[in-house]
């Protein structure tokens, strides 16, 4: 039980300290700060052209992966409008993050198989099942509004779902098998209770 | 089937209170309170032995089985 303390408490300490800022820097350095996506442009065109004919392949096209690069040519209305769908997958990660924060407390008390921590783990896989639905939505969405303003032929729409989306669908299998293994053990332990 | 615990009958006719019952035999309050109510599931035989020596009575004493009336 102490070592299950110690683990929540560590755990806790480096998703505070590492995971939370990442995130939210990460959704203002996509939208606010324009010169990561130039430099990411920079450095993406100095790519395809060492790959010569391939570079001219649609999977090295300039458009499949840097679409959003030109982040300061996009009018105000399509940036907030890029904004909103980003907010609400940046939104859903932090409540499923603050539910695993709660989860987290739980088991730094030592109550593991409890009512509490079985909820609590049924809210989160509830919430990163939503998550993971939702990002390629939000890659397709993404793609329209990033590329609105172009002329047209430049405006682009892509529906995706890559390996990134079959690793995050793993990760909710898990999370979902872990639940059913935290009820078992929450009923046995209320059983456990009883025995006096 | 059912099996009632008399734990409250022979407390108080020893007269002793739950939380003096509950230092004597070393559980917690709300386990005893538990068993005094007839909700435990099971009781262990270290504490049956540990009641039987601070009530100085028998496990017959404590325990009663009562057959449920069959279902017309």
């Known amino acids: 039980m102490k070592n299950i303390s110690m683990n929540a408490k560590y755990l806790?300490?480096?998703?505070?300290?590492?995971?939370?800022?990442?995130?939210?820097?990460?959704f203002l350095y996509s939208w606010f700060i324009d010169i990561s996506y130039n430099k990411y442009h920079e450095?993406?065109?100095?790519?395809?052209?060492?790959l010569g004919p391939i570079s001219n392949s649609s999977l090295f096209s300039d458009s499949s992966v840097g679409w959003c690069a030109k982040l300061s040519s996009m009018p105000w209305a399509h940036r907030l409008l890029g904004m909103l769908v980003?907010?609400?997958?940046?939104?859903?990660?932090?409540?499923?993050?603050?539910?695993?924060l709660s989860l987290l407390s739980s088991y730094q008390k030592g109550v593991v198989f409890s009512q509490e921590s079985f909820f609590l783990l049924k809210k989160l896989s509830k919430i990163s099942f939503v998550w993971v639905l939702y990002s390629p939505i939000k890659d397709t969405?993404?793609?329209?509004?990033?590329?609105?303003?172009?002329?047209?032929?430049?405006?682009?729409?892509?529906?995706?779902?890559?390996?990134?989306?079959?690793?995050?669908?793993?990760?909710?299998?898990v999370i979902f098998v872990i639940t059913s293994l935290i009820y078992e053990g929450y009923i046995i332990k209320k059983e456990q209770d009883l025995i006096i | 089937m059912k099996i009632i615990i008399t734990l409250d009958e022979v407390m108080a006719r020893r007269k002793i209170r739950l939380n003096e019952l509950a230092s004597k035999i070393d559980i917690t309050e709300a386990n005893l309170s538990i068993l005094k109510t007839g909700k435990a599931?099971?009781?262990?035989?270290?504490?049956?032995?540990?009641?039987?020596?601070?009530?100085?009575?028998?496990?017959?004493?404590?325990l009663k089985y009562q057959e449920e009336p069959e279902n017309l």
């Open chain 2, 41 to 62: 599931k099971a009781v262990r035989l270290s504490t049956l032995e540990a009641l039987c020596k601070a009530l100085n009575c028998q496990p017959g004493d404590l």
């Open chain 1, 43 to 50: 450095f993406f065109v100095s790519f395809t052209k060492n």
């Open chain 1, 141 to 173: 969405l993404l793609s329209v509004i990033c590329t609105l303003h172009n002329p047209p032929g430049q405006r682009i729409i892509t529906v995706s779902f890559s390996s990134r989306d079959i690793y995050h669908i793993f990760f909710v299998g």
């Open chain 1, 12 to 26: 806790k300490i480096f998703s505070l300290i590492f995971v939370l800022p990442f995130i939210i820097f990460d």
């Open chain 1, 86 to 100: 980003d907010i609400v997958s940046l939104g859903l990660f932090l409540w499923g993050f603050f539910v695993f």
